[in-house]
T-cell receptor, first 115, second 114 residues
Framework: GAVVSQHPSRVICKSGTSVKIECRSL??????MFWYRQFPKQSLMLMAT?????????EQGVEKDKFLINHASLTLSTLTVTSAHPEDSSFYIC???????????FGDGTRLSIL | AQSVAQPEDQVNVAEGNPLTVKCTYS??????LFWYVQYPNRGLQFLLK??????LVKGSYGFEAEFNKSQTSFHLKKPSALVSDSALYFC????????????FGTGTQLKVEL
């Protein structure tokens, strides 16, 4: 149980393109989803927290107009990297949890490469 | 503010030997503590958690962790390591009822050799 699917697993695109990443909880309802960014050989950096039906809460230093998050249902959250540039290249990972006492369950990540 | 320290960047152990991956934390109140494992180019897999109760927590794949409040530690252990345990391990903490924002340690690379 507690499977989180993230798609796509890898994206390579040109600078200026917008990229959408989907995160789905397959066998549970995710009241909260989280988006992280991970740089090579580093830990995860929380970008934002999204609750179903409300606006995402962004961490300090994360541009909300650059990284658009939508949590339209209890099983789906999307992260759109708008007008992506090479410095946005990274490994993006989502997680989801059902309630406060449950652990976060993570997707397999999306490797984004902007040329 | 909460924080997590994993003092070892890498731990090497021979297959069949016990392993320990260290973690200490700092948080206000009673912590929620977690261990996750990450294989190359993959997301994190949940191993175990401590919220309350028995200080010794048993998790997936034979791993366990011991919560020590006086030492603010939550070390990950396994009695007999396998080569397949080689991966990156993250300790994480969340404050009690704090919306469950996780703060991760910097990770420890575990290498199990034959």
């Amino acid at each position: 149980g507690a499977v989180v699917s993230q798609h796509p697993s890898r994206v390579i695109c040109k600078s200026g393109t917008s990229v959408k990443i989907e995160c789905r909880s397959l066998d549970f309802q995710a009241t909260t989803m989280f988006w992280y960014r991970q740089f090579p050989k580093q830990s995860l950096m929380l970008m934002a927290t999204s609750n179903e039906g409300s606006k995402a809460t962004y961490e300090q230093g994360v541009e909300k107009d650059k990284f658009l998050i939508n949590h339209a249902s209890l099983t789906l959250s999307t992260l759109t990297v708008t007008s992506a540039h090479p410095e946005d290249s990274s490994f993006y990972i989502c997680s989801a949890r059902s309630d406060g006492n449950q652990p976060q369950h993570f997707g397999d990540g999306t490797r984004l490469s902007i040329l | 503010a909460q924080s997590v320290a994993q003092p070892e960047d890498q731990v090497n152990v021979a297959e069949g030997n016990p392993l320990t991956v260290k973690c200490t934390y700092s948080v206000s109140g009673n912590p929620y503590l977690f261990w996750y494992v990450q294989y190359p180019n993959r997301g994190l897999q949940f191993l175990l958690k401590y919220i309350t109760g028995d200080n010794l927590v048993k998790g997936s794949y034979g791993f366990e962790a011991e919560f020590n409040k006086s030492q603010t530690s939550f070390h990950l252990k396994k009695p007999s390591a396998l080569v397949s345990d080689s991966a990156l391990y993250f300790c994480a903490v969340s404050p009690t009822g704090g919306g469950n924002k996780l703060t991760f340690g910097t990770g420890t690379q575990l290498k199990v050799e034959l």
